[in-house]
Each structure stands twice: as C-alpha cells, then as structure tokens.
C-alpha cells in the first residue's frame, strides 16, 4: 500500500502549531509539555516529508524553513524585548533570551533530526545546532554586544569600588562572548577582552597616579598584592580563564612598571629603606610582586648590591680608623672583629637572599659581586687574604681569642671558607694559612686536628684538591713524624750504648709539602752536635734515599739556668740556647766573638741578644745597658736574675713574615701564567694578544686575578725562551713552537 504524500504548506502548517507550542513554553505561557507522543508525531512528520519521492522530497525547504522559525521569533520576540531594557536590566534579559534559544535548538533539533542525520551530512552544510547559534549571532548577538561589553564591564568597576554585583550574571553573559565563537576565541577576546583590558588599565592608572603620591611604599605594595589578588579571583569566577595572564600582566604594568621608579626610590619607605630597617616582609612582597615582570628585580637586586656594599664598605673604613695609631696586638684584635662583622654581614643578607627573595640568582649574583668589592680591600696595610688566614689561626690555635663550641667553629670554618669564594688572591691565602699551619703543627698549637682536617676539606671542596695538597700532606707529615720519634725512642733503649745524652724530639717533614724555611750552619754546642749525630745514625738505617737538613730556627730547648736565687727552667729557641750555652765557658763575650762562634748572620744575632738581654728576661747584662744592640757590645751571664715562675718562655722578636709570602706567591704565580699560556698555544697553535690574554685571564681566575702587565712579561719571556713566536705580517698574532 502506498504512502499518502505529504504536501510542504500542509506539514508545515502541523510544524507551526509544534513551533509555536514550544515559544509559548519559553515565555512561559500556561501551555501543557511536549509528550512522547506528540515528540514522535512531529520527528515522523519530518521524517516522511524528507523520504517521499522526487519532487515531494522537501529535504531543503525544511532546512531553510528551520533556520525562517528562528529569525522568525527573534525578530518578533526577542529583539524587541532587549531593545526596551539597558544596562543590568539588558544583561539579564540577554541572559534569559540566550537559555532560551538554547532550548529552542534542542528542541527543535530533535523534530528535525532526520535532517541532521542524512541530508546535511550528504550535503555538507551546516548542522542544525549551528544554524541555530547562527541565527542568534547574526541577528541577536550583532546588535547588542556592544552595549552588554559595556554593561559588564560597569558592573567590573562597580565591584572594583567595593560594590556588590550579581557575579553568576557577569559569567552567563561572558560565557555568551565564549559561545558564539563556535570553539574559536576570536568573538570573546575582539568584542569584549580587548575593551575589557583597555578599562582596566585606565582604571588601575587612575588609581596608581594618586597612591603613588599618597601612600608609602609598603602601603602601596599591600594595595597591589590586593588588587592582583582580587583580579585573579574575578577570572576564576566570570571571566575566561585565558584571560588572566593578560589582566595580570596589564595590572602589574599600571601599578607597578609604570611606577617602579618611584616606588623602588621612594626617600623614607623605599627599598634602601626597607633593607635599612630590616622590614622582611616587605621585602617579600616586593619580591612577589616583582618576579614574574620581565626584568623587574633587576632594579631591586641593584639597590641590593648598593647596599650590602655600603655597610661593607664601611665596616671597613671603621676597622682602618680603628687601626690607626695603635698597637700591633691592637691591630690584629682589630682585624678580628672585623672579619667576624662580615661574616656576620654574609649571614645576614644570604638569609635574605634564600627567604625574602626565594633563592633567586640575580640575588645571588648582587650578593657576590657586592662582597667581591669589599672583601679584597686592604686594611691597615694587611690584605683581606692574610686577614682570612689570621682569623683562622686564632679560631684552630690553642689559647686563640675565640672560646667557641665545637659546633660552633665548624659552623665559623665553613663560613670563612664562603667567604674566601668572594677574595680575588686565593693563592695568597693559601700562602698564608700554610704559614700559620705549620706553626700551629709544628710548636703543638693546634687545638684540634679534627678540626684542622675539617677546614681543609671544606677547602678542597671550595677550591679544589691541588689547593689544599700540600697543607693536607703537612698534616700526614705530624703523624708520621710522631711513629718517627716513637722509632727512634724504641731504637734508644734498644741500643743503651747510643745515647744522646740529653732528651731529643725531632720532627722529620717532608720538604714539599711545608714553607721554605732558612737553613744555617749553626755551629751548635758540644752538647748538641752528639744528639745530631746519634740521631743520624739512627735515621741511616732507616732510609739511605733521603738527606736531613736541620732547621735551627724552629727548634725549641728547654735548659736550666743556675742563678744565684734558684734554678730557673729557660724554654728558648735553639739559637737562644746555643748562644747562652757558650757562657758555660765563658764569663764575657763580645758581639763579635758570638758571631763568630755560633757562625749566625747579623740580623739573627741582634734579634737573639736582644731577647736574651733587652727584654723583659735579661738572662744577659750588656755593656753598655742601652736597649739596642751594636756591634761593640759586650756580654756576661747574669746571675742575679730570678723570677717568681720556676719556668720561663723567652720568645725571640717575631719576624715580618708578610713580605717573604707575597715574594713566594709572586714567583708561583709567574709560573702560573707561564704554564696558563703554554697550555693555551698548545691547543690553540696560533692565536692574537687579546684573545691570549683574555683566556689566560680566565684560566687563573679561580686562584688570582692575574694582573695585565705581568701576562705580557711572560709572553715576553717566552718567545726569549723560544716557547712562542711572532707572526710576521701580523706582531699581535703569536704561534705555538713544538
């Protein structure tokens, strides 16, 4: 049985009274919902128009009869009841007429899904739900975006002013922007983010011009944290999450590029200010606020490092005028307070570097170039290299000024040691604290050897292991000096034939590893020489690879002095005990004749006599008893002396040690440049001056700040010695000789 057609006005006509069924829901006019049956009867109706035959299939004026309903209601409904109503009263209207159309397109989609299915796919034109959206973007959303961008964004001053608004309103309308761009954010971002953004930095200008007058800096930053708070809030509950790095970035460019000047200089409250007065949190927030602007801490780590290298700077200055006039021991107490200070500086400010300012480098950074600049000034003519060493001895020394906790001077060495990063001339450091080291091991001052191998660790560490070999193989050296002595204890009573005669201690080193020390023919007493030679004896057995130089100036003696009152225990030098042993066969001696029978140069003999009978023990009388010592003076032992102690030390005036150092470090850094240039030439083979010394500048950076002059002497120095040559065309070109 064949179908009844379906003729397009009489469907059409069934359609409408569906259509407009369903309008009369959406005003919500008194009209019964849509049953199943009547659902189905409405899709069937479409489906049999679109399934007859040529030329009754209506597939295409049902397509376009679709899209006719839809601007058919808009323009009779909807847009004259937006047309009527402005401002918040708009918005909501705009909000209902968009739900809606909404249901509208469900709905009518529905009945007219057939087409959806079969004739638009065929075609590949567009589907039902878009030509719905279509419609209301062309006729509806056209018209009236406008004036709902400019409602909306009222409504963000308003609450911006502290005014309550209907935020669900703001996201339904701003969602409407979303929408009608079908998946493409063009519609949103051109119709209303641009005028969006556009306001709020004219509003956000507004108001920084009048804080930036009025508040302080701290107050002004709290104002901006908020505001950038409360925008970040706003997007999370209206606006599009793609908006927020941009309304971010436009309020941080109002509130704080534009006036990062004035702010970061402001005279009572600025950031000099705050580091001033210690305003931590502040300083937090300044950081916060600052950190994700493009080069925005820049200014902030500059006056940074300003800073730190004006307290330093003076903490110098007050240590120079401190030193000044005074006394040697006054000086050096000096020198230890101030290194103390800055340490105490560095703590200070690396706190603020790892919390106010999160660890960031640029803070690092200031922080090391501002102590680089003050660390390595010169302070009562003592570099900050031989202050480092001075404090360290003072800290491992036994009896040294700091009475500190184990903790305590591991936490002080590792602290020293961060310091010594920021010193240009690390090999004069090393230099000076091998000096002192080796006092400290050698005379038994060391008041832990923990804790001496504990810094040359953090050394190695900061410094690397060629750094610290040396003074590590020192340390070795003790320990194997004491099995030495031990040996030679055991060798003694082993062979009760050998003996010394007088108790010996000698300290066997390794002559690599210590400072240069000078040695001299000493002619020593008889007494002595037979302790050398049993000792000898007992080493050559031992070893027949090694020779034993004996340094006299660091041996110590302890002997009796038989005075008239009572016998005194002398702790002296072994020149000291030397010298006073010749008056055991002799009442008086002349300058000359000492000279002549200890076989000392003049400087050491003057240094000695004067301990012996100028200061404050005169174990000697002089003639003639000035405080000076001349060559024609004469000598006797004085055996009225006595002292309260039954053992005294009689030290011998300290020699200026600081020039020997710096004439070592010199020679070793001359050798430097020249293995740094022969190292370079090698890999290079031919390479220009600039580029030569630039590198070699760079290689030895990390021990001495080579100086220009001295780089050019030894490239000098080796085309003489045939290592390197001259271009010929080009005198500024050198070329590596195999």
């Known amino acids: 049985m064949e179908r009844r057609v379906i003729e397009l006005d009489q469907g059409w006509e069934y359609m409408q009274k569906g259509i407009t069924k369903l309008r009369r829901i959406l005003d919500g006019l008194p009209e019964p919902s849509f049953n199943a049956e009547k659902h189905i009867m409405l899709y069937t109706t479409i489906y049999n128009m679109c399934t007859q035959k040529p030329p009754h299939d209506y597939s295409q004026q049902l397509y376009d009869k679709y899209r006719e309903a839809f601007e058919e209601y808009i323009r009779s409904a909807v847009m004259p009841s937006l047309r009527e109503k402005h401002d918040e009263f708009m918005l909501r209207e705009l909000v209902k007429r968009w739900s809606n159309h909404n249901v509208m397109v469900k709905w009518l989609s529905r009945f ?65 922007f979303v929408a009608i761009g079908m998946g493409q954010m063009e519609s ?33 930053m709290l104002k901006a944290e908020e505001c950038l708070k409360r925008e970040r809030d706003r ?72 800073h730190i290298t004006a307290e330093g700077t003076a903490l110098v200055q007050q240590a120079e005028e401190a030193t000044t006039n005074q006394a040697a021991n006054t000086i050096a107490m000096q020198e230890q307070v101030l290194v103390r200070k800055i340490i105490e500086l560095h703590d200070k400010y690396m ?64 602290k020293v040691v961060k310091l010594l990063a920021y010193i240009s001339d690390k090999d004069l450091f090393a230099e000076f604290y091998r000096k002192k080291l080796a006092r400290r091991l050698l005379f038994d001052r060391s008041a832990s050897e923990e804790h001496e191998k504990c810094i040359l660790t953090k050394l190695k560490q900061q ?28 060798y003694l009573r082993n062979n009760p034939n050998v003996t010394p005669g007088i108790d010996l201690t000698v300290t066997v080193l390794t002559t690599g590893f210590w400072p240069s020390y000078k040695s001299f023919d000493l002619n020593l007493p008889a007494e002595m020489v037979k302790c050398v030679e049993v000792f000898k004896e007992f080493y050559e057995l031992k070893t027949k690879h090694r020779k034993l130089t004996w340094i006299y ?3 110590t003696c302890n002997i009796n002095g038989k005075f008239e009152a009572k016998t005194i225990e002398l702790v002296v030098s072994t020149y000291q005990a030397a010298a006073l042993l010749l008056f055991n066969t002799a009442d008086r001696l002349s300058y000359s004749e000492l000279m002549t029978q200890l076989n000392v140069t003049h400087d050491d003999l003057v240094r000695l006599l004067h301990s012996l009978s100028c200061a404050k023990y005169k174990i000697l009388n002089k003639e003639p008893n000035t405080k000076t010592i001349s060559p024609t003076d004469t000598f006797e032992f004085n055996s009225k002396f006595t002292d309260r102690m039954r053992r005294i030390k009689i030290p011998l005036p300290p020699v200026d040690e600081r020039k020997k150092v710096i004439e070592d ?61 001259r271009d010929k065309d080009n005198p500024n070109m050198f070329r590596y000789l195999a």
């Open 665 to 725: 470090v010199d020679k070793d850094r001359r050798y430097a440049i020249d293995a740094a240039i022969v190292r370079i030439m090698k890999s290079r083979k031919f390479l220009g001056h600039q580029q030569l010394v630039m590198e070699c500048v760079e290689q030895l950076g990390r021990m001495f700040k080579p100086d220009i002059k001295a780089i050019k002497k030894r490239i000098e120095d080796l085309i003489t010695r045939d290592y390197l040559e």
């Open 351 to 414: 706190a603020y570097v790892n919390n106010c300012f999160m660890n960031h480098s640029l803070f690092h950074k200031a922080l090391k170039e501002a102590f680089e600049i003050f660390c390595n000034k010169v302070v009562a003519g003592s570099s900050s290299a031989e202050l480092l060493a001075a404090f360290c001895d003072n800290i491992l020394k036994k009896g040294g000024s700091e009475k500190l906790s184990d903790e305590a001077i591991e936490e002080t060495l590792e």
């Open 112 to 176: 007219f899904n057939y087409l959806d299915r079969y004739f638009i796919v065929r075609r590949s034109l567009p589907s039902l739900n878009e030509v719905g959206l279509v419609c209301f973007r062309d006729q509806v959303y056209k018209e009236v975006n406008d004036k709902a961008r400019d409602a909306v964004i009222a409504l963000i001053d308003k609450e911006r002013e502290g005014e309550q608004i209907d935020r669900a309103l703001l996201k339904n309308v701003v969602d409407i």
């Open 553 to 555: 100036s660091l041996g």
């Open 463 to 490: 410094c690397g292991g060629q750094f610290t070999s040396k003074m590590e193989g020192m340390v070795t050296d003790l320990t194997l000096a004491r099995d030495n002595q031990t040996s030679f204890e055991e």
């Open 188 to 220: 949103y971002e051109k119709d209303f983010e641009a005028s969006m953004l556009s306001d709020t930095g004219a509003y956000y200008s507004r108001k920084a011009s009048n804080w930036i007058l009025e508040d302080s800096c701290p107050d002004y």
């Open 235 to 306: 997007v999370s509950k209206y606006l599009h999450s793609s908006s927020e790095q941009k309304l971010v970035e436009k309020v941080q460019h109002e509130l704080l590029v534009v006036y990062a000047t004035q702010l970061l200089e402001k005279e009572h409250s600025g950031c000099r200010a705050l580091l001033q007065d210690d305003k931590v949190e502040d300083l937090s927030r300044m950081y916060r606020l600052y950190h994700k602007i493009p080069k925005g801490l820049d200014p902030i780590a500059n006056v940074f490092k300003q």
